[in-house]
């Protein structure tokens, strides 16, 4: 028999656990709803399922792929649009030429199919509405039945005023084929609210079956909780859920691989899922904890719901909260009734999450906070809009239309009327999606806007440096996270924007206060022509290309389906440099995600210049402005001891006086130094600040700890396809390959650790340590950077997180290793307020 399961909801009532998966593949008892679907399905001899998608269809698709796992044959219909439920199954109506059953993929049942479709026939309906009776039927639709089933009358989600009975419509019908016929083609049609009614006014054969067994429409979060304890409780029967196990009067449901301490204590029914542990003297009651799992010591867990991948840590207190996947609950956090932490989200040590609050996705509650008020998408933007000189947030939920619009218009009132501004982007299409929306704020404004569409940002800094333009914008994929976009804001002349202008853009961005261009002042959106020949003959111009004659290079290149793929190429095949190149077309659904896929890259690289003998091979980072880097052993070069090594090669050229480096670079940079006679400023770890080194400060050669090199002659910044054809062209003056290069700096141990600290304790931990490092050498440009016991300490506050950054730099592991839990503990110490 046939079946068509509904799986195409926003579910935006169940918001946050719907924010990154969707409704139907909520997990019930550790198992996604929609699975348990299809095994009621299965059970009853419904094997040739249908599944209507509409929102994030890929994920239900590769769960389910062909339902040959479940002993189903399984297909997809994708919707174009949001035709309501009856128009929906409209789409599939070529497939559905037999009677069929539809359901919701949302709901939670155990409903008798088998004896629903029996009344069907006994009755010759046209079309059967399963029924259940419920306490409060005000959110579903309320029937009437006669004494034969059939329906006399029929209100979707009526008010109380309206109630004339407890039997609600499930969602679950049986339809003969031709009832499709009723409905519209490419239209706005519901079954309860256009179908269903119709068929009453034409008095079609509509009939209802009035169930047994359990059914709940898990719509929000509390209907949620609700199934998984119904589930846990009995009343809602899913079969098995791996081993079951009785310890103590509590019944365990055991995952494969599970490690549970002899010491642990359980009461009602635990379901633990595949490869979880759970520690010594931990406290489960009616809890599901979701596969690849841990709860650490004397962990006190009542009636909650854990997904996948969660980390909830000793000593830690929660009581019917729900927990997504990849959530760390640091140790003795406590999280309080009805509490919700969304999906890679963080609560710190000793954090309070105070009853009913939701904390959304990759949010953070500090250690230590206490926390009253949902902590939701948005909040960031009320306090502080700009990090340095971009704004990042969560794709399309942080970083959406609206909001990119206002902050066109807000950056157009500061370049101001008749002003150009470039706007251009990466390959996604979220990018895409807040160019547009960019490019109508700034023109509301008055400005100009010159679109450049798809390209690296070198060449947006290349075409600003021609000084034509009043500043430019960009939007990217995060190459932090690949579910975050960037939008990054350059001065003109090619330069991040200062703090003083991202001051002034936000002040406007908040207020909202500025000014409109009237209808005729609105600006202009034009189409510059040849930005890529003007920066090719810029880029050659820079370089001393006879070195490059003869010289025979092969190098590998890993664009990363980036931008750069389609300027580096022929550039270096001006230079006679063979590239083989991987990943070499720009893809908007794949557009290299650094946080998922960087070492990934990094072992095919270094594999493919090892097996083709190549001279070097390099991967370009997103936006191409940083590289990784192989030599021809094909040794992935870390980026601390890149830095030293291409200093050195710059150095053997001569012609260099002072460089540049962050304050957390290597101490082998000293050493360089020391045998080349030259001067080195350590600078805060900005590229704002490498910028200014290089351009107003007088240095030779500045060089990040992130892969970024800044060469002078050509780019005002960052630039990772000028940086390979650089050091290619120091390879060639130098005679010297990657590997050759002698190690002119000591064998340095450089570890690092993230201290959390409140950001209300980051100015009394500035404080204290600027006491404790009084009689010390140091240097105070980004954080404090000190030498105590032949060792260099860095700490430096994260700009980006409540925490700080520590670095520790030693001859001896040893005492690296000892002086970095020394200061971990006096970092922790000095946040206490009250020490005496």
Sequence with gaps: ?????????????????????????????????????????????????KSLLYFQADQIKNHFGNGSKWGVDMDYV??????????????????LDERFIIISGDVATDIDLTAAIKFHKKSKAQASMVLTRVENPLAYG??????????????????????????????????????????????????SKDLFPKMLADKMRLYGFIADGYWRDIGNTSEYS????????????????????????????????????????????????????????????????????????????????????????????????????????????????????????????????????????????????????????????????????????IANVEMTPELAGRLGAAYGAIVGENQTVIVSRDGSRSSRMLTRALIAGLISAGANVAELRTIPIPLLRYQLSLQIEAGGIYARVSPLSDRRM???????????IPVSKAKSIERLFLREDFRRASMEQTGKIEFPERVIEYYRDGFL?????????????????????????????????????????????????????????EEKARKQLSAIVKSLKADAGFLIGPGAEKLTVVNEFGKVIDYQTLLCLILSLYLEMGNCRRVAVPVVASSGIEALAKKYKIIVDRIPDTHLAMMDALHKSGADFVGGTKGGFIFPGF??????????????????????????????WPDIK?????????????????????EHTARKKRILVDGVRFFSDATNITIKPDRYKASFYLQVESKSEDKAKSSLKEYASKIKQWQIKNRR
């Design 1 to 49: 028999m046939k079946a068509v399961i509904m799986a195409g909801g926003f579910g935006t009532r169940l918001r946050p656990l719907t924010l990154n998966i969707p409704k139907p593949m909520v997990p019930l008892g550790g198992i996604p709803v929609m699975e348990h679907l299809v095994k009621l399905l299965k059970k009853h001899n419904f094997t040739d399922i």
């Design 486 to 496: 960037d939008i990054v804001f350059f001065d003109s002349g090619g330069y991040d």
């Design 226 to 393: 609700a199934s998984n304890q119904d589930l846990l409780e009995g009343s809602l029967n899913l079969g098995e859920f791996g081993q079951k196990v009785e310890k103590d009067g509590a019944t365990l449901w055991l995952g494969e691989k599970t490690q549970v301490s002899p010491r642990a204590t359980f009461a009602g029914t635990v379901i633990i899922g595949d490869r979880t542990k759970i520690g010594p003297r931990a406290k489960l009651f009616n809890s599901v904890i979701g596969a690849d799992s841990i709860v650490g010591r004397e962990a006190d867990l009542k009636r909650c719901v854990a997904w996948d991948r969660v980390s909830i840590g000793p000593r830690v207190k929660a009581s019917e909260a729900i927990i997504c996947d990849g959530v760390v609950v640091s140790e003795a956090a406590e999280l309080e009734e009805n509490v919700i932490i969304s999906s890679n989200a963080k609560v710190g040590n000793d954090a309070l999450v105070k009853a009913n609050v939701k904390v959304w996705p990759e949010k953070e509650v500090e250690a230590g906070a206490i926390l009253s008020s949902s902590l939701v998408w948005g909040e960031r933007w009320t306090k502080e809009l700009f990090t340095n000189s971009k704004i990042t947030g």
């Design 142 to 191: 309320v029937v009437i039945v006669d004494d034969n089933g059939r329906i006399d009358r029929f209100l979707e989600k009526p008010s109380w005023g309206q109630v004339f009975s407890d039997t609600i419509n499930t969602g679950i019908y049986i339809l003969e084929p031709e009832v499709l016929d009723l409905v519209p083609a490419q239209t706005e049609f519901d079954f």
């Design 78 to 95: 994708m919707a174009q649009a949001d035709f309501g439920t009856a128009g929906s199954v409209k789409n599939a109506q070529k497939y």
């Design 541 to 597: 111009q820079a370089l001393n290309i006879e070195s490059f004659r003869q010289s025979n290079l092969k190098v590998v290149i890993d664009f990363g389906f980036g931008g750069a793929s389609e300027i580096l190429p022929a550039i270096l095949g001006a230079l006679d440099i063979e590239v083989i190149a991987l990943n070499a077309y720009p893809d908007p659904d794949r557009v290299y995600h650094y946080s998922q896929q």
């Design 715 to 744: 780019q005002i910044g960052c630039d990772a396809m000028f940086a390979v054809a650089k050091i290619l062209e120091l390879m060639t003056l130098t005679g010297k390959h990657l590997g050759d290069v002698k190690q002119n």
């Design 750 to 770: 450089i570890i690092n650790k993230e201290i959390p600290c409140s950001w209300t304790r980051k100015g009394l931990v500035m404080r204290r340590l600027m």
